[in-house]
């Protein structure tokens, strides 16, 4: 009799300084493993490493906010039909968890700090030749101002945040009473929210509006200013293309293999993923090009623009298949989620958390609109929304409009009255141009009409 080959484990053993959930696996086909997070071999009423219900690695803060260093021995086996079983094998790991008023940083590129607090959301420092700048402030709550001050030295500095969400301006407070603090509109109730229910020290009233067109001029960075509303209605994100350096605090998710991270768009900030998908499309054709890696606010590493891709296929699954796309979340654990990629192997997968109902704004089969409309050789106005029907282009050449169906699987789109493909481009002279969507039920039509002058 053949046996069961050995599981592994990933993360490999090693020390971490927040929660792991750790992915076993077999090589064998149908293999069952059970496993122990106290060292004992397991038994058949040991617990089985499901592919949505993975063993936990918790990092612990006590009452005090000190960190406590949890040493967990994982013990698994693995059996298979008509297989001996395993061999018992054993993984050691370590959560160290740093206190809650304790920063750590690294300068991951020339000018370019990324700060990490106890639960290891990233903020970044940005030292110019002229200006410093601070995005985001973190979930701990220790002296931040100090730490970045440190940094920073005699630099005149502003403070940005990408938006409103309590990871992210925890220590925002700190800097409002000598330093510039640009957060979005948007996001400010949201902010205030939380400002009451935890009890952050912030004056939301000191808070200068962000909007995109906004430049920030460090001397020798330069770094545009573009919405990406989705994951909350205000979150902004920060170009530099001279560098190919996006900061994007949670706009575009995080895909962290082994926490795991993903975009979370089920909450109640969040947008309806098909008005996620006409953002990503807007900002898309902005950046894309202009940038080689994106600093998020919970990877450790920067993710290139093929992310990008992944992730926006994951809001087009979502948008087609609605329910059907959707699989139990690893985190939150009882959530659901879209996920495109190998999570352990695709340093490119990308998922998106959403409610289990209701994440669209309305079924996918009655969807009858555009999720963008690409200008070329002109420009656009107002700027595009699926449910706004009439724009002008002022053309500064030969103009080549591009419509991009918000559902592709059935919903019928023509221009001029003629069949038209999502995603090809249609070339137009002066005049006026009709784009009609039909949803795949037949029940619901858009009509867009752009006068080209």
């Known amino acids: 009799m053949r046996t069961t080959a050995t599981p592994t484990a990933f993360p490999a053993p090693g020390t971490f300084a927040v929660a792991q959930q750790v992915t076993l696996l077999c090589d064998t086909p149908g293999a069952v493993i059970r496993y122990t997070l106290d060292g004992t071999p397991p038994t058949a009423q040991s617990p089985v490493c499901e592919p949505h219900d993975l063993p936990m690695l918790a990092a612990v803060n006590d009452a005090t906010g000190k960190g406590v260093r949890s040493c967990y021995t994982l013990t698994a086996q693995a059996t298979a039909p008509e297989h001996a079983p395993s061999a018992v094998v054993t993984f050691d790991y370590v959560i160290d968890r740093r206190d809650t008023d304790v920063y750590v940083s690294t300068e991951v590129e020339p000018g370019l700090w990324m700060i990490k607090d106890y639960d290891d959301t990233k903020m970044y420092l940005i030292k110019g030749r002229e ?45 409002e009473d000598a330093y510039d603090v640009y957060m979005s509109h948007h996001d400010l109730a949201m902010a205030h929210s939380f400002k009451e229910r935890l009890g952050y020290q912030l004056d939301l009233s000191a808070i200068i509006d962000v909007h995109e067109g906004m430049v920030f001029d460090l001397g020798d960075w330069h770094l545009e200013v573009y919405q990406v509303p989705g994951h909350s209605q205000g979150s902004m994100i920060l170009l530099d293309a001279t560098r190919g350096v996006i900061i994007a605090g ?25 008005h996620y998908l006409t953002a990503l499309y807007a900002v898309r054709a902005h950046i894309d090009g202009r940038y080689d890696r994106i600093y998020g606010g919970h990877n450790d590493t920067p993710l290139p623009p ?3 891709d992944t992730l926006q296929a994951v809001v087009q699954r979502l948008v087609d298949e609605e329910q059907a796309a959707l699989s139990p979340s690893l985190r939150p654990r009882g959530g ?39 200008v070329h050789g002109g420009t656009l106005s107002p700027r595009f929304l699926p449910t706004t029907g009439e724009y002008t282009v002022q053309a500064r050449g030969a103009v080549v409009l591009t419509p991009y169906v918000t ?14 493909r999502s995603g090809e481009p249609y070339a137009v002279a002066t005049g006026a141009v009709v784009i009609q969507v039909v949803a795949a039920d037949g029940t619901t039509t858009q009509v867009y009409r752009i006068v080209v002058e």
């Open 131 to 175: 200006r410093a700048l601070l995005i985001d402030a973190g979930l701990g709550n220790g002296q931040l101002r100090t730490f970045v001050n440190d940094l920073v030295g005699d630099l005149p500095m502003s403070v940005f945040i990408t938006h409103g969400h309590p990871d992210h301006i925890a220590a925002m407070g700190q800097f």
């Open 250 to 274: 949670d706009a575009f998710g995080s895909n962290t293999p082994t926490i795991p991270h993903a975009l979370w768009m089920q909450i109640p900030s969040a947008s309806p993923i098909d």
């Open 306 to 308: 093929a992310y990008l």
């Open 336 to 374: 659901w989620w879209a996920q495109v990629g190998d999570r352990v192997r695709d340093p490119h997968w990308a998922a998106i958390n959403v409610p289990r109902e209701g994440f669209l704004s309305a079924p996918s089969r009655q969807l009858a609109t555009l999720a963008y409309l690409s």
């Open 407 to 420: 559902m592709t699987a059935g919903a019928c789109v023509t221009i001029n009255g003629v069949p038209h």
